[in-house]
């Protein structure tokens, strides 16, 4: 009788002993797992943890433009006047910048369909403006240029009854029809023969070929043309028109547009406008009293 009351004694302590155990295993456990629900929370719940990151700019530019923007060949990255002073920008606004690489047709339609939030390299046209608003950022013009070989060609005028190669995308040939009107017929001399071409590039070929006598560009991609090919081609006068290039936006992104101007001013009162505008050759194209101009009046 005795040795079976000190064997229920035995076993009862027994299960006291592992009652216990099991308790403070459990109560490890839930402690470890309160911790670490302390410890997500902590981090989820952490300032600035939760914050949304910047929303990237969608930029349009035109790769083939250059010095406005291109790809080096050797890396096909894009460099360019247009993709530093995005970045520029970029870094400014604290917002990562994504290219949209778009014809000149395409990027209008790309701004007002809400494809992409700005176009670099676009001219600041009037009959544009009920629909995108425009931050001027470098001067532009027609330049007039023909082949070394070419009989001389020194002036403006001396274009009167020859052929002249003219890209259709952006206007020039009509422009320069105007001009032809007005100081080669009403002088009584004969009209310029404009021969309009898919792109610069084309009317370059026609020049080459002897198609043309003379060929009309942007004055901004005429040192980078000249550059490419030394002592093959002379300008004719100096650039003809004002024109301006500016990076356009759509109407409803009047906040974006002030803040990407202000970022503009900030370069011109740091020097990097001045340091792109050398690196580019753009220097005769500076814009920086427009850019200035921007700043808002108290």
């Not at 890396?75 to 994504?98: F, H, M, S, W």
């Not at 046209?125 to 070419?150: C, F, K, M, N």
């Amino acid at each position: 009788m005795l040795e079976e009351s000190m064997f229920f004694f035995e076993k009862k302590n027994q299960k006291t002993l592992i009652t216990k155990r099991l308790s403070k295993v459990f109560c490890f456990f839930f402690s470890k797992k309160k911790s670490l629900l302390r410890f997500v929370l902590g981090v989820v719940l952490l300032p600035g943890a939760a914050a949304a990151q910047p929303a990237p700019l969608r930029i349009a530019l035109f790769a083939s433009f250059p010095p406005m923007a291109y790809r080096v060949p050797e890396t096909n990255g894009l460099a360019g006047i247009d993709v530093e002073l995005a970045d520029y920008v970029g870094r400014k606004l604290g917002r990562p910048v994504i290219w949209q690489d778009v014809s000149y047709e395409q990027a209008i339609p790309a701004l007002t369909t809400g494809r992409v939030d700005l176009a670099f390299s676009l001219l600041d046209e009037p009959a544009s403006r009920d629909r995108l608003d425009y931050v001027d950022y470098l001067a532009s013009g027609i330049q007039a240029y023909t082949l070394s070989a070419h009989a001389p060609l020194a002036g403006l005028t001396d274009l009167c009854g020859q052929s002249l190669g003219a890209n259709r995308r952006n206007g020039f040939g009509a422009v320069m029809r105007a001009w032809s009107d007005q100081n080669c017929i009403q002088a009584g001399k004969p009209a310029i023969a404009v021969q309009e071409t898919d792109g610069t590039q084309a009317a370059r070929l026609q020049l080459k070929q002897g198609r043309v006598d003379a060929i009309v560009q942007s004055s901004e991609s005429v040192p980078y043309t000249f550059g490419l090919e030394p002592g093959t081609y002379v300008r004719i006068g100096r650039p003809l028109a004002a024109l301006s290039i500016a990076i356009a936006f759509p109407k409803a992104s009047a906040a974006l547009r002030d803040q990407v101007a202000a970022a503009l001013r900030d370069a011109v009162a740091d020097g990097t406008y001045a340091a792109l505008l050398a690196k580019f050759q753009l220097t005769e194209n500076s814009a920086a009293a427009a850019i200035m101009a921007t700043a808002p009046h108290n």
